[in-house]
């Protein structure tokens, strides 16, 4: 069953059902909401009630100060690096009070952690590793921001190459931060039993196609959307959409799914936009642009992504019809 | 009153065993010597069906307090152990338990915090939680550790305390040691502790709660003012719930244990299994016709500063024993009763006697050394002493 935006539109006429509201204090232009919402949206369209976990970063500050919150679903923050245990000790006392006779409900819950690529790739990765590896029965959603841009835009393992940051600046001597952002999407399906995936907020169909897969996996699921910080991505409020499309037809961000070992690539471009138009229409990637040396950079860049299209390409021709179990 | 019977247990399984009977709904746990018996026993309960617990097996301790208080937020009756830098791992988390008033109750069996490494026992690794808002118990042998399991739970869970709950056992001495222990009837433990709850729970999807939010200059204070009265609250429930508890057991606690106390003008006081060679050494000293005693302290956190006076003031001298030191500043235990005894009327004789770090065996001799610069008038407010100690 595909997602339909039209029932959606009809059913979530009251904003106030979706479980997260308006009134929070996000910037203007900001994906995490946008993120947050769709995937909401598509659980309780499926019938699911809903319990959220958040790892510290600019969803949950933004959304929860006190006396205030912006959900009407139950929530729980707990630190910065332990969404994914957190909900897996949701998830469990949820399977033991059902167990017990303690909790009489007809109607299922699921269990969505948010957490930024802060609180994923880096600090929450051996909990996320933790939780995927003991099989908990959550989705995970990472709204990926490539840095830490709740304290101001810091360096992260998913920063990418060249990218302005406060902590691998563009200097006169030095370009940025030189390596490649980490794979996060075959770190997670490298576990067994796993739905991995990537999504982003320009693609809504594919994303809540995938939130809906994801929710109905028996099993642990994980997508990683690319979410844009308009502040910090120096993009104009309105640009969070386009920016990511664009990261769609560049290849910086492909779109695919990984369902126990099996790769599927969910939106194959008709033709490619090279990576320098994605870099040139944001401003983090300003001074890098403007050294002599940036050449070298961007071609490295655009080697490195069409290189991972074909390795993407021939993973879904090996693994068709190939599950790992 | 029922009959039961002794068996020859550790405290490991003593502990474990009350975990059985107490059959919380979650176990989210990490093994770290010498806390491991505690997580086997239990585990091997769980997979031969004699507990219906859902058992988290983590992959860090600090997963483990994350998951337990997701648990515990989801209205969950949750549990874990852990020891030393398991406890220093999950300290982030160790706090936001408490200030979450989450009831869990967590036995740690004591180990000496690293660097260097050491699996042996002393209390640095519980010292270091001081103040984190969490109750802190120490226990003297396996029958304490087992009883003030079940105690702390039913205080944690209380009303008017919500708040968790740690049972110190000294590591390798009590938890590796058998000794005769007592466990109730399973059904007798049920009754005891009962069902949790909770006031608020992530499940009742109909009534949403935010456990967690940004608690900024604006309230947070007035929150931390509220963890400071449920603290004060424990003196309150704490010795209904040891009434209750007395009733089926026939056993007896309080926040301290008085030993010999009555005429004892010199007064040794000290936590954990210490406190059982401590009372040989009070009785030997009895007969040489010394009048010495102990003042035992079951309970650290909140700390029992009425009772501490009430059975300090008054005495010729006191001497603290602490099995952790705090660099560069007085020993925990020797602030808190050279605190407490500020407001005495008479200025006791009061000394400090740091002992047994990373396991260093404490001996008879060595109490009966500090009992006797008591006795001998020689002991400093400000010097530090250590027993036990190549120098």
């Known amino acids: ?325 | 009153m029922v009959e039961t019977k002794k068996l020859a247990l550790t405290g490991a399984e003593a502990v474990a065993n009350a975990m059985r009977q107490i059959a919380p709904d979650v176990v989210a746990a990490y093994p770290i010597t010498p806390q491991t018996p505690i997580v086997e026993y239990f585990s091997k309960f769980v997979a031969d069906g004699l507990v219906d617990t859902e058992l988290i097996p983590v992959e860090s301790e600090h997963s483990a307090m994350s998951a337990v208080v997701g648990a515990a937020a989801a209205g969950a009756r949750a549990m874990t152990a852990t020891s030393a830098n398991g406890l220093a791992l999950m300290h982030e988390i160790v706090y936001i338990a408490a200030s979450l008033r989450l009831p869990i109750v967590m036995p740690v069996v004591n180990r000496a915090l690293s660097g260097p490494i050491n699996i042996h026992c002393d209390h640095s690794d519980t010292m270091a939680e001081r103040d984190s808002g969490w109750v802190q118990f120490f226990v003297e042998n396996a029958q304490e550790a087992y009883d003030l399991t079940l105690i702390g739970l039913k205080l944690a869970e209380h009303p008017d305390v919500q708040l968790p709950v740690m049972v110190n056992q000294d590591g390798f001495i009590i938890s590796h040691g058998v000794e005769p222990v007592e466990l109730l009837p399973d059904d007798m433990v049920r009754s005891f502790v009962g069902e949790r709850e909770p006031v608020y729970s992530l499940l009742d999807v109909e009534n949403p709660v935010t456990f967690g939010p940004l608690d900024l200059y604006d309230y947070y204070f007035e929150h931390k003012r509220q963890q400071i009265a449920a603290m004060e609250k424990v003196f309150e429930v704490f010795p209904k719930v040891v009434e209750e508890f007395e009733k089926i057991s026939g056993r007896r606690y309080a926040c301290v244990e008085a030993y010999r106390l009555d005429d004892a003008e010199h007064v040794m006081v000290a936590l954990g299994s210490t406190c059982g060679t401590i009372k040989d050494v009070v009785d030997e000293l009895r007969e040489e016709g010394k009048k010495v005693g102990l003042l035992k302290l079951w309970m650290f956190r909140p700390f029992p500063k009425e009772q501490v006076q009430r059975y300090l003031y008054g005495r010729k001298s006191v001497v603290v024993l602490d099995r952790s030191a705090s660099f560069g500043a007085e020993a925990p235990l020797y602030a808190e009763i050279k605190s407490a005894l500020y407001e005495s009327p008479t200025k006791p004789l009061i000394g400090s006697y740091i002992y047994g770090l990373g396991g260093r065996e404490i001996l008879p001799r060595h109490i009966r050394q500090a009992f006797e610069a008591a006795i001998n008038g020689d002991l400093l407010a400000d010097g530090q002493g250590y027993l036990g100690l190549r120098e």
């Not at chain 1, 691998?168 to 399906?189: M, S, Y």
């Open chain 1, 1 to 325: 069953m595909a997602v339909n935006l039209k029932q959606l539109a009809v059913e979530f006429e009251d904003p106030n059902k979706i479980g997260i509201t308006s009134g929070h204090r996000l910037c203007p232009g900001c994906a995490a909401p946008m993120t947050a919402k769709m995937a909401l949206m598509v659980a309780k369209h499926l019938g699911y009630d809903v319990v959220v976990g958040l790892a510290t970063g600019c969803l949950e500050v933004s959304t929860t100060i006190f006396p205030y919150s912006a959900w009407s679903v139950p929530y729980i923050h707990n630190a910065f690096e332990n969404v994914a245990a957190t909900i897996s000790g949701v998830e469990t006392a949820y399977r033991a009070l059902k167990k017990r006779g303690k909790l009489k409900r007809e109607k299922p819950i699921k269990f969505i952690a948010f957490g930024g690529d802060g609180g994923t790739y880096d600090i929450g990765l051996q909990a996320l590793s933790g939780a995927v590896e003991r099989g908990h029965d959550f989705l995970y959603i990472l709204y990926d921001n490539e840095g830490y841009m709740n304290t101001g835009n810091q360096r992260s393992g998913s920063t990418p190459p060249g990218s302005y940051t406060t902590t691998a600046p563009v200097g006169k001597k030095l370009p940025g931060k030189p390596q490649l952002k980490k794979n996060i999407v075959e770190i997670v399906a490298a576990h067994e039993n796993v739905y991995a995936a990537t999504a982003t907020v320009g693609e809504p169909i594919d994303y809540m196609n995938k939130v809906e897969k994801a929710l109905n996996f028996e099993g642990p699921s994980f997508i990683a959307v690319l979410s844009p910080c308009v502040r910090f991505w120096r993009i104009p409020n309105d640009a969070a959409v386009s920016i990511t499309k664009l990261a769609v037809q560049s290849k910086y961000w492909p779109l695919y799914e990984v369902e126990k070992g099996v790769y599927r690539i969910t939106k194959k471009p008709r033709s490619f936009k090279p990576i320098r138009d994605f870099l040139e229409q944001q401003g983090r990637f300003r001074a890098l642009l403007s050294r002599p040396d940036a050449d070298k950079v961007i071609s490295m860049l655009q080697d490195y992504v069409d290189k991972r299209w074909e390795r993407l390409l021939a993973l879904e021709e090996a693994t068709k019809d190939k599950p790992a179990r």
